[in-house]
């Protein structure tokens, strides 16, 4: 997987900067389904916060192993914090392991419920296992929460032509 601008939009890459993601927000394009990582890690102590910043850093860097492993020290930590469940969770996803991302995704959602970052995330990685129905779930409870978004629209006009749903998906492409 290789660097590219977000203007780019080329699949299977990391898109760095502002635009469909958002401000300040990076997006990672996986089998067609859009990943936003978390800019900051929410209610952490500021030497904490300083270390997810670097673990978000590997991420963008292509260190995964390094950036796998700051994460899982500081969910030791802090393991009630979606934010970190929910980089843990892209990072797992990029190596590979995709079952074990989707674990993470889900306890992120279930900590933040309202999030439409993680739903959104969530149903990217169930696009990614196949489970279309639930990707499907996740992008609409994602849309209630940012109905205006075009990162969520784009996952969901995505998923909609994969099932042949042609109708469904020109509104939201």
Do not use: W
Request: include cysteine.
């Amino acid at each position: 997987m290789k660097l590219v601008p977000i203007s780019a939009g080329m699949p299977g890459g990391l898109l760095l900067g502002r635009g469909c993601a958002g401000a300040g927000l990076a997006a990672l394009v996986l089998v067609g389904a859009v990943l936003l990582l978390p800019a900051f890690a929410q209610q952490l102590p500021p030497t904490a916060a300083l270390r997810f910043r670097q673990a978000i850093e590997y991420l963008r860097a292509q260190q995964y192993p390094l950036a796998e492993q700051a994460l899982n020290h500081l969910l030791r930590e802090f393991p009630e914090n979606a934010d970190i469940h929910e980089a843990l969770a892209i990072v797992l996803d990029l190596r590979g392991n995709v079952q074990e991302a989707n674990s993470h995704f889900q306890h992120a959602v279930r900590l933040n419920p309202r999030s439409a970052q993680a739903r959104l995330n969530l149903g990217a990685n169930y696009f990614r296992l196949g489970k279309l129905a639930a990707a499907e779930t996740e992008f609409l409870e994602a849309l209630k929460l940012r109905p205006n978004d075009p990162t969520i629209r784009f996952n969901l006009g995505t998923l909609y032509l994969r099932q042949q749903k042609f109708q469904e998906a020109l509104p939201h492409l």
